[in-house]
């Protein structure tokens, strides 16, 4: 099983980006679909982006399509977001997640084999 460990979370402007790294532990990390969730204080953890296991596929929830961006480098067993065009209500704490199966955005909490510890992101002028 893999471990996984998230950085890049900070205090970013509005309107402004921020890329998150997902880094794992383990030589199984190729056989992951690995995404990312995120929960807002007072709220349920919700999907976000999701990558499958080669990086031929990926998906977005729609409150984040066209401003983030998922990618793997299965070299460096690294999992990537990118957000680009911040809102306030991206604040969250961002989770990476992976399971062997590529769920798509159907995606649930429920359904992640492997959680990170989290990062916090804060959008506020």
């Known amino acids: 099983q893999v471990q996984l460990v998230e950085s890049g979370g900070g205090l970013v402007l509005p309107g402004g980006s921020r890329r998150l790294s997902c880094a794992a532990s383990g030589r199984t990390f190729s056989t992951y679909a690995v995404g990312w969730f995120r929960q807002a204080p007072g709220k349920d953890r919700e999907f976000v982006a999701v990558i499958s296991r080669s990086g031929a596929s990926t998906s977005s929830a729609d409150s984040v399509k066209g401003r983030f961006a998922i990618s793997r480098d299965n070299a460096k067993n690294t999992v990537y977001l990118q957000m680009n065009s911040l809102k306030p209500e991206d604040t969250a704490v961002y989770y990476c997640?992976?399971?062997?199966?590529?769920?798509?955005?159907?995606?649930?909490?429920?359904?992640?084999?492997?959680w990170g510890q989290g990062t916090l992101v804060t959008v506020s002028s």
């Open positions: 997640a992976a399971h062997p199966v590529y769920y798509g955005r159907n995606w649930s909490p429920a359904s992640v084999e492997v």
